[in-house]
């Protein structure tokens, strides 16, 4: 989006992304809804960096979303991660791979 910076290890949101997710939820009346956030890491084994885990605790705190979990995804070269973020508590988990029944 406009005001968007992107650089190999870094990226800033401009403004605009929660005002288009609002809006894009209003339009589907409330059946979409916001679930967390992904980006990409130049790592193999991609981990959350101190700023990563700094704006996932913002946007925990302060973004307003459906129900008590929001989940935030890592993309590396060879992996891809996922952590559970709490609404409450403000701890995140990073999810395991599902093994089956």
């Not at 609002?22 to 084994?45: D, E, F, M, R, V």
Request: net charge positive.
């Amino acid at each position: 989006m406009l005001g968007d910076k992107q650089k190999r290890n870094s990226f800033f949101r401009g403004e605009g992304h929660e005002g288009f997710a609002h809006k894009y939820w209003l339009a589907s009346n409330g059946t979409c809804a916001y679930l967390g956030s992904w980006h990409t890491h130049p790592a193999l084994n991609p981990l959350p960096s101190k700023t990563d885990l700094y704006d996932w605790l913002n946007v925990l705190k302060n973004d307003v979303y459906e129900g008590n979990h929001l989940y935030f995804v890592i993309v590396g070269i060879k992996k891809i991660h996922c952590w559970e973020g709490n609404r409450h508590s403000r701890k995140f988990v990073k999810l395991e791979k599902y093994t089956g029944l």
